[in-house]
T-cell receptor, first 115, second 113 residues
Framework: EAQVTQNPRYLITVTGKKLTVTCSQN?????MSWYRQDPGLGLRQIYY???????DKGDVPEGYKVSRKEKRNFPLILESPSPNQTSLYFC??????????????FGPGTRLTVT | SQQGEEDPQALSIQEGENATMNCSYK?????LQWYRQNSGRGLVHLIL?????REKHSGRLRVTLDTSKKSSSLLITASRAADTASYFC?????????????FGSGTRLSIRP
């Protein structure tokens, strides 16, 4: 089954404790992206990747890191989480980018709470 | 940066009625997409309309695009309880040689039985 998976689905952590949210897709998609969703603000892009070893900042990259060592994986790293990073996070992938994005496939979301 | 803005923010209609949601954006786009999100879950792609298209249909969905007004509308005909969800428009445009997709803040649609 074609899908985007994220782990963990729920996470409660404390300020400053490094964490990683994994994202994996099995559709051989070139493009992958991370979003955060906060009430009233819609989805805001954190980072995206056009292909392996190619990543770029989205609209709200501060406090986050990503890597794209393999085509299927795109982990999101919070080196020192803070309470303002409490949010619902989505990973998404798309066949390719460059001449206009194709439809994006979304993971189920990771609800992160930082206390 | 907020590219797409949906209107209204919330909409409640009777089952069987039609629901219309609008999206306005600011810059020239490659395409515009509509997504649905059931409460707290991942977004599901509904329909994509390219900048050179004016109207597109998919089942009970009808999307229009007016690039001169920088606006799009999503019409859901003969609404059902299962249509209760949030709907987002997403614009795909070029920003500094990279294609980016930017989501609006969404319309919450409630279908009353």
């Amino acid at each position: 089954e074609a899908q985007v998976t994220q782990n963990p689905r729920y996470l409660i952590t404390v300020t400053g404790k490094k964490l990683t949210v994994t994202c994996s897709q099995n559709m051989n998609h070139e493009y992958m992206s991370w979003y955060r969703q906060d009430p009233g603000l819609g989805l805001r892009q954190i980072y995206y990747s056009m292909n392996v070893e190619v990543t770029d900042k989205g609209d709200v990259p501060e406090g986050y890191k990503v890597s794209r060592k393999e085509k299927r994986n795109f982990p999101l790293i919070l080196e020192s989480p803070s309470p303002n990073q409490t949010s619902l996070y989505f990973c998404a992938s798309s066949l390719r980018a460059g001449t206009g994005l194709y439809e994006q496939y979304f993971g189920p979301g990771t609800r992160l709470t930082v206390t | 940066s907020q590219q797409g803005e949906e209107d209204p923010q919330a909409l409640s209609i009777q089952e069987g009625e039609n629901a219309t949601m609008n999206c306005s954006y600011k810059t020239s786009i490659n395409n515009l997409q509509w997504y649905r999100q059931n409460s707290g879950r991942g977004l599901v792609h509904l329909i994509l309309i390219r900048s050179n298209e004016r109207e597109k249909h998919s089942g009970r969905l009808r999307v229009t695009l007016d690039t001169s007004k920088k606006s799009s509308s999503l019409l859901i005909t003969a609404s059902r309880a299962a249509d209760t969800a949030s709907y987002f428009c997403a614009t795909d445009a070029w920003y500094s040689s990279a294609s980016k997709i930017i989501f609006g803040s969404g319309t919450r649609l409630s279908i009353r039985p």
